[in-house]
Structures are given as C-alpha cells and as structure tokens.
C-alpha cells in the first residue's frame, strides 16, 4: 500500500525514438488508476518503467516516498500480472503461486497459508497441483493474479490482463476484478486498450496518445468534459460524432450554426466561452451517438441525412447516416422509443431529420484539436 | 424400410455411372500410385545400400576387435567373421590393472551400504511417524545419523576386505566421514525439502507418492555409489594399464570440459538473447567473423603459451580442459536461438517475483531449456572425446598424457601395427560405448517441446 508519484518522466529509445514525454502524475494510496490509449502510446511502457523492467530515461519515479528510479524490479515491492499470464511452464500451479514466497525464504507454513488463501479468494484451490498447461485461459489469469496476490505488494500492476480472453470470459474476469479489488484494497495501476474495462474499473482515468497525457480524470469527469478532440472520440462507444459548425457572437451571446441550423448556448458554456475570449469562428462541435434524437413531425432546428446503415443491436439501434456534405454520424436511438412504423420506415436511402439537445454539445477547435469548454 | 432402400438403389446407380465415368481418372490415379511406389522404392533402395555400405567399417572394427591378437596374427586378413571369437584384446586392454575386481568391490559395498542405511532410514522414518514428533531438526539429524551409520560401516567393510590395519587408513577415513556427513545433510535437507509435513515423508519410500519415494531411495543409492567409489580411490588406487589410463584421461578431459563449457556456452547465450547492452550486436558479429577461421590455426601459439604455463607432456590433461573451454563462449548460436524462443515475460515476471538475473537462469530458463542443456552438454562432451590433433601435440611424447585417440593411434603407428591392429579395434568398440550410451538414453530430449502452456499462443 503506497502512493505513487511520477515526475518529469520520460522514455527514450535507442535510435532517440521517445516513447514516453513528461509524464507526470501522482497516484494516491489504494487508489486504481487505468492508463489508457491506443497501440503504441506508451501506456504499457510507463507500466513497465515502474515495475523497473525498463529504464527511466529522465524524471523520478517516487513509491510511497522512496525514489526508486535504479531500485530492482525485485526490491520495489510490486507485483504484475502479464498479458500473456506468463506462468512458469514446468511447476505446477501451487509453487508457481508459491515460487515469490520461496524467494523470500519463507517458512512452508507460511507459503501454505498464503497459496491456499489466495486461490480461495480466486477459486482455484482444485487445481493447484496441475501444471499451467492444463488450465484454461480463464483460470491460468486467475492463477497469474493469484501469484500476484500472495506477494501482498505495495502496488499492483496489470498489463492488459484481460485481452486474451474471450468476450464472455473478459465480462466476468472484469467483474472479478473490481470485487478482488474491493478485498485487498491496495495501489492498482491498470493498462489496457479497452475503453469499457478503463470506465469500469478505474477511480482515475489516464488517457494517452503518442506518448502525452491527454487527460488525466474520473471516468465521469472524462466522458462528461473531454479535454480535447482525441479523448472525445476515444471515450465512448460508438464513438463522438464531429459536425463541422460555425460559432457565432452577438453581445455575451453565443450560438452555434450548422447545416442551417442555429442552436443558441446557454448561459453556462457562454460564460466559460466568454472568460477564454473566444470569438466568432470554425469550430467542430461534437455530438454522442447516444444524445441523438430522431425527429419524424416537421421539428424545426434538425439535421437531415441519409440512413446508409441501420445495425440492430437489440435494445438499440445504431444508425449510420450521411449528411449533406457526406459527413458521417452514428445515431444510437434506443428501440423501445420507436413505434412499428418508425421502425420500419428506417431503411438504406430513407430521408431522416435528427436533433440534440444543446446540453450535451462539445465545442472544439479545429486547429489546436482542444476543447473550448473544457 | 422403404426410406432404407431408396438409398441402397441411388448408391448402385451412382456407382454404375461413377464407374463408367471415372474409369479413366482411376487408371491415371493407379498409374501415378505406382510411379509414386516405384521413386520410394528407389530411394529405400539407395538408402538401405547406403547405410549398409556407412555401417560395414563399424561392424568390420567389431568383428575385428573379436580376433584373437595371439591366434589369428596379422593386422589385414582376408576373412571378415574370425575363426575363433575371443575376448584377447579386450583382456590385453586390462592387462595389469586391477579395474574390474576394484570395481566390483566397491561396487558391492557401496549396494550393501545402501540397503543397510535405506532399511535404517525407513525403520527411523516409522518410528518418528509413531511418535507423532514434529520438527525439521528431529528429522535431518536421524536421516543424516543412519547416513553416517551407513558410511562407518563401508569404511570398516573396505578396509577388512583390503585387510588393511584400520589405524593405517583410520584418518584418511576420518576425513572422509567428516565430509560424508556434510554430503549427508545436505541429501538429507534435500529428502525433507519440498513437504511441510515433513517427518512423514522422511524415508523416500514410506511417502504417499511411490514415484517420488523410488527416485529418492534412487538417489541415496547412487550417492553412496560415488562415495564409495572415491572411498575406494582414496584407500586403494587403481592399478591402471595403458589403455585404461588413456581412457581415465580422456574421460576426464571430456567430463570437466562438458561441464564448463556447458556453463559458459549457456550463460554466454543466455546474456546475449536477455541483455541489451552497448556492443553486443558487435560481439555477436566478430565472434561469427572469428568462428570463420578453423581452431587449429592457433595451434602453435596455444602450445607455447601452454608450455610457458607447464601444461604440455606430463601436464596435458588440464591444459586440454583449458584449450577445449578456452574459446566454447563462441558456440552461443544454437542455444541463443533456443533462449529467444522462450518468452520474456517469463524473465520479467520472475525478476518482478523477486528472482535475481540468476536465479531467474536457474531456476526458470534452465529447466525450460532442457533440450538445449542436454545438447549443448554432449557437443560438449563429443568434441574433446573424440579429438585427436590438439591432443597428439599437447601431450607430444608423454604416454601418460595422451588420450585414446592418440594413444590408439600409436599402437597402430608402431613397427609391430600388424600385430596390435585387433587390439585397436578393441579399444576403439570400447570408446564407442559410452558415447553411444549417452545419446540412446539423450535423444528423447531432441525434440521435445518446451512451453507448452507458458504462454497464450
């Protein structure tokens, strides 16, 4: 159980290929923190400098308050669980959990303790005497996590612990995991590529592109008022729908125009607007699937399009619409919300007016790619 | 019933068309069955000859080495099967050493030890069991007394069977005991190591699991084996022949060599397919430039070098461990590929476990890369086993330096090579031995898959 604080720090490559910026970030005791981002953005680089698997180039890595930038990986008190689980082949499951323990001299009974406790909590008692070949996915994962829990670390580390498992198994594991976290109760920092598992299961969130924070946050806070374009479209599934629209400035007022309609702003965001000096400009103004409407009557201050494809998702539809300038936009409309009718008016071709509540709009600008309201 | 015949019927009619039809398609299938039959049949053919032909030299060398030197004289005979089969030259390889009682002496001692000291054990083992005592002491301290036990009673046996005085080699056997005993706690910690219940597991054989308890009682026995053999050297040295110390030399050469070279071509390849550090690519690639020129061309350096360092003539075994390990670190390749295969996670998340780089090699990758071990131990024993030109030259005119190869082959190059060419048979069956022992009972390891289960894939 420690605190986590990461200043200045910077990965750098042979062949000055820098993987990692000035990254800077303070984690809190028993808090778990999620870095996330797309292959090659340097969130499972960061995880391995702290686990000391790989050198830090510049900046401290601090853990609770020791500076352990030249610490061993073995004497920094972590534990990690692998994508690959990266059992050792040739022990059976009980000494691969028990092989740390080992290491640390302890006595057999302690080890014993320790093994069965562990794979109690992760119900896997039965098959400690198998080899890891004889497991399948799902359990060699618990083993791997397993191994980690015995340690008792300071800080737990996961490097897409999830991603080789099925879709099935990876909802359950998922689950699994916010309840071990609940019972040992200690410093988790988990990667992954996956959005749903970074919203799920992390009290902070760290968005990373190209090897900067993009946003560091709740998974609210970061959904609600992404910081720029890139976590915008990252966060949330399907993804933020980006319309090119015009701000427009009368007095303190501000409205927003596009495909000749006109949404004026309240008060709040034209306050916000107002204290960055914003005026008049291009401006990309960013929409969720999901706060879509569909209006069938004459509604005034709708987007028309055409329905290119209508996906069935069950309680939901995913439509894909062109608009006018052939701008593509995901509408997520919610199927007990459409009578027979509508439902089967939505065919490939068919006309469609959509609109949006003005209270969910993201404004950006085009040129720096961050948020205007942010 | 109907729904049956339909059928029946459609399969006749398919039939007559199909046969009608693919009359043609079945005689080229059938012409090319036979082409196929006849390429395999020659390459059996050619194969069969072949191997006949590469194996008549070794059955010629064994047919041979069963032709009395003292009956049938002449090194080139015109017959292949020997009149009389005798066992002549292997005798003569033996003459004058006592080797084979020496061997069964210490042999049967060393069994007998060991059944007394295992039943001793076993009966320790129950008793503890009985009193239900607990503790590790309690146990290492009676395993390690009735191992002791065991090596009182081989001392007093040799010695009564030597009729030696026992005062004579009293503390020569002394020291020994005291090391035996160590030797002893050490088996005996390793006896107890892996159960928390332990004193139940005490004698190997009384333990639940059969398997474990007949490697365990496997062990001991072959302990007290080697212990008895070096008891035996220490109080009765072997008479050697000429051959048989040519033999002692080889194998002792080929031993020590296997051993470190093996160490040093693993942790040289290990280090280069786990560590990044600045010039390895280099190293790799002037150890491959290097290994282009053939080892011989530093032939006479080495042996002035050797000389200055006394280990030519009397001193050749040693300087040829030296010259067989000297340059072995350039043998990484195969086993570097080996080590690349096995995933890196498994390094990282042992060094994360809290293994050292050490531990990591030999506690994780070694038992992994078993085949790799096993191979890279008999190159390693092969090479020098085998060597003739380094070895003639260090050992140059010093009988007792040389090493079979070179000691055969001066049987043969003497004036009376008629005479002694059975007999050179004969030891050359006999370095066969050991070698082909080694990879019959090695070759399983050739090919068997390693990380199965490690890793996803």
Not at chain 2, 191 to 209: M, N, W
Request: contains cysteine; hydrophobic residues 45%; glycine residues 8%.
């Amino acid at each position: 159980m420690a605190s986590l604080k990461l200043e200045h720090v910077k990965k750098v490559y042979d062949k000055n290929v820098v993987a990692v910026h000035d990254f800077n970030l303070e984690i809190q005791d028993k808090e778990f923190i999620v870095f996330v981002g797309p292959s090659g953005c340097g969130k499972s680089t960061t995880l391995r400098m702290i686990a000391g698997l790989e050198d830090i180039s510049e900046g401290t890595l601090t853990i609770g308050d020791r500076v352990v930038n030249d610490v061993e990986p073995k004497d920094r008190d972590i534990a990690m669980v692998f994508q690959n689980y990266a059992l050792y082949p040739h022990i059976s499951v009980y000494e691969n959990m028990a092989f740390s323990l080992r290491l640390r001299k302890m006595s057999n009974e302690e080890v014993h303790r320790r093994v069965c406790e562990a794979a109690e909590i992760l119900g896997i008692t039965e098959y400690l005497a198998r080899k890891p070949k004889a497991l399948s996915g799902g359990q060699r994962q618990r083993v791997a996590i397993g191994r980690a829990i015995v340690r008792e670390p300071q800080v737990f580390l996961m490097d897409e612990p999830l991603s080789n498992l099925d879709a099935k198994l990876r909802n359950q594991m998922r689950a699994e995991i916010i309840l071990l976290r609940k019972r040992i109760d200690t410093t988790f920092i988990y990667v992954t590529h996956d959005q749903t598992e970074a919203m799920t299961l992390g009290d902070r969130i760290v968005i990373m592109k190209d090897g900067y924070i993009q946003q560091v946050g709740t998974p609210q806070e970061v959904f609600e008022t992404p910081k720029n374009l890139f976590v915008a479209g990252f966060i949330g599934s399907p993804q933020m729908n980006f319309l090119k629209a015009k701000l427009i400035k009368s007095g303190a007022q501000y409205a927003v125009e596009l495909y000749g309609i006109r949404v004026p702003l309240s008060a709040a965001k034209c306050e916000k607007l107002e204290k960055k000096g914003v005026g008049g400009k291009d401006v990309i103004l960013g929409v969720r699937p999901e706060h879509a409407q569909l209006c069938f009557d004459g509604a005034p201050n709708a987007i028309e399009g055409t329905l290119r494809v209508n996906e069935m998702m069950g309680s939901e539809l995913h439509l894909h619409v062109q608009l006018q300038d052939n701008t593509p936009v995901i509408l997520r409309i919610p199927t007990l919300e459409l009578t027979e009718q509508q439902r089967a008016s939505l065919i490939y071709g068919s006309k469609l007016r959509f609109t949006f509540p003005e209270k969910v709009t993201h404004l950006f600008d085009p040129q720096t790619e961050e948020s205007l309201l942010y | 019933m109907a729904e049956k015949k339909i059928p029946e019927v459609d399969i006749i009619v398919d039939e007559k068309a199909g046969v009608i039809k693919e009359v043609k398609p079945q005689q080229k299938l059938r012409s090319k069955k036979g082409h196929e039959r006849r390429i395999n049949g020659t390459i059996y053919t050619v194969l069969t000859i072949m191997s006949i032909v590469w194996l008549v030299p070794f059955v010629f060398l064994v047919l041979q080495s069963f032709r009395s030197y003292q009956l049938e004289k002449g090194g080139m005979v015109d017959y292949l099967l020997p009149k009389t089969f005798s066992l002549d030259n292997y005798a003569f390889l033996f003459e004058g050493s006592n080797f084979f009682s020496w061997m069964g002496r210490a042999l049967l001692i060393a069994a007998g030890c060991a059944l007394v000291t295992a039943l001793l054990v076993h009966a320790a083992g129950k008793w503890l069991d009985k009193r239900d005592g607990n503790g590790k002491a309690a146990g290492i301290a009676v395993i390690a007394c009735c191992l002791a036990i065991g090596y009182a009673l081989m001392v007093a046996l040799s010695c009564a069977l030597h009729q030696y005085a026992l005062n004579d080699c009293l503390v020569k056997a002394l020291i020994l005991l005291a090391v035996f005993a160590l030797v002893g706690y050490i088996v005996a910690r390793i006896y107890l190591k892996q159960d928390s219940k332990l004193l139940r597991s005490i004698p190997g054989y009384v333990a639940e699991d059969k398997h474990e308890g007949a490697k365990k009682f496997g062990a001991m026995a072959l302990e007290f084996g080697a212990a008895f053999v070096i008891l035996q050297m220490v109080l009765t040295p072997m008479v050697e022949s000429q051959y048989l110390k040519w033999y002692g030399n080889t194998l002792t050469i080929a031993l020590f060599t296997a051993v470190i070279q093996t160490a040093i071509v693993l942790s040289v390849s290990y280090s280069l397919s786990r560590l990044r550090f600045k010039g390895r690519k280099l190293i790799m690639n002037t150890v491959l430039v290097l290994g282009l020129f053939p080892g011989f061309l530093t032939m006479i350096t080495l042996y002035f070098l050797l000389k200055q360092l006394g280990l030519t003539q009397a001193g050749s075994v040693p300087g040829l461990i030296l010259i067989y390990c000297a340059s072995s670190g350039m043998g990484y390749y195969i086993s570097k590929g080996f080590f690349d295969t096995i995933p890196k996670s498994l390094d990282e998340s042992a060094r994360i476990d809290g293994a050292t780089r050490f531990q990591v090699f030999l506690k994780i990758i070694m038992p992994l890369a078993k085949p790799i071990v096993i191979y890279t131990v008999l190159m390693a024993f092969m090479a020098p086993w085998g060597d003739y030109v380094f070895a003639s030259y260090v050992a140059f005119g010093h009988q007792d330096g040389y090493n079979v190869a070179v000691g055969l082959y001066n049987w043969v190059n003497t004036n009376d090579y008629q005479n002694y060419f059975t007999r050179f048979c004969a030891g050359g069956v006999l370095v066969a031995v050991p070698i082909t022992a080694l990879f019959l009972a090695l070759q399983k390891y050739y090919v068997e898959g390693v990380t199965g289960g490690a890793v996803k894939g």
